[in-house]
């Protein structure tokens, strides 16, 4: 009995979409395949393989009816990567430029992989990337091509071994039909790459702010925060921290979504978009919070439950952290000025 070359493609859409059209969008997909995994919040992975036989369509010919019902329903463009698993769909998804799909057939998928930078590979943090760089080791052929043991002694047995099975394509995780978790996301696309790194931290405190004030307005906490960095090259880093409790209140936020961005240590890197997102979200009345003798916090959220009452009062512009005030008022005088 042989078993069937699994075709899995990944989607990215290249829209800013509420939980409700998100929502629209895993249920389009699900009239091409039962099998839909979303990956918030701007991307679909949907395995093809049972599907190929109803539609009579070859895999490629599939992506296309997919990225036509998106575009004709709801006029969202979409780029789009198509491979034997999860992992390469993705990666193949990252090197196609807007609206175009990348096919990565199983029996290339070794020669597409080797020039590769290693990067680009998923998990791969700047730290990892940069050990790897001390010694020589930029592509992901080079990974391959080094013994095993010699990457046991630069990184470790556990990572190193992982880092041996992405190199060589190998990815056994199956697309999980899952309803989308619980959560809330907002993004920020820059209107060109940003290497400025007091701009990344205002666009980080920015979303964190927003996340907050929709958490506060829903009657939520949230218990983890997710933070993603999209390069000018169109990849993209996450990183993920677990609150120390349950919150809704703004500057808990912010100061993890900051600490995310510090471990990342961007420095000049060129970004173009980040993205925060919230789960693991409970009512609000059932989270437990940790009492604090400290006056200073009853004053903040005293403070922070007045702003948003003039949000909801005169907009919700008119109340937001100093660094984020000061940056508006430096575009309101540019503006005047011109």
Avoid at 283 to 300: H, I, K, N, V
């Amino acid at each position: 009995m042989t078993t069937r070359q699994r075709h899995i493609a990944h989607l990215y859409l290249h829209a800013a979409l509420t939980e409700d059209q998100y929502a629209d969008v895993i249920e389009l997909m699900s009239g091409v395949t039962p099998h839909v995994q979303a990956v918030p919040p701007n991307a679909v992975q949907i395995d093809l393989t049972s599907a190929l036989r109803y539609f009579d369509l070859s895999p490629y010919d599939m992506v296309q009816l997919a990225k036509i019902r998106l575009k004709a329903l709801y006029g969202i463009d979409s780029s789009a990567g198509l491979a034997g698993n999860r992992m390469l769909a993705a990666m193949a998804a990252d090197a196609s430029a807007p609206g175009d799909t990348t096919w990565v057939p199983a029996e290339r998928a070794a020669e597409w992989l080797y020039p590769r930078p290693v990067t680009a590979l998923p998990g791969i943090g700047r730290t990892t990337a940069s050990t790897l760089s001390r010694y020589g080791l930029h592509t992901i052929g080079q990974v391959v091509d080094i013994p095993p043991a010699t990457l046991q002694r630069l990184l470790g047995a556990g990572q190193a071994r992982l880092l041996a099975e992405r190199a060589r394509g190998h990815d056994p995780r199956p697309v999980t039909t899952l309803e989308p978790a619980a959560y809330l996301t907002t993004d920020l696309v820059l209107d060109r790459d940003c290497l400025d790194p007091a701009q990344h931290h205002r666009a980080v405190l920015g979303l964190a702010d927003q996340i907050g004030q929709r958490l506060r307005g829903e009657s939520q906490v949230t218990g983890r925060l997710t933070l993603t960095v999209r390069y000018a090259d169109r990849s993209s880093t996450t990183r993920t921290r677990t609150l120390p409790e349950p919150t809704s209140h703004s500057p808990a936020l912010a100061a993890t979504a900051l600490g995310l961005l510090t471990a990342l240590g961007l420095q000049r890197a060129r970004v173009r978009a980040f993205a925060i997102r919230a789960d693991d979200l409970l009512p609000a009345g059932d989270a437990y919070r940790q009492l604090s003798l400290d006056p200073g916090e009853t004053r903040a959220r005293a403070a922070e439950a007045a702003a948003d009452r003039a949000r909801r009062r005169f907009g919700p512009g008119a109340v937001c952290p100093a660094a984020l005030a000061k940056d508006q008022r430096h575009q309101d005088r540019s503006l005047t000025a011109s």
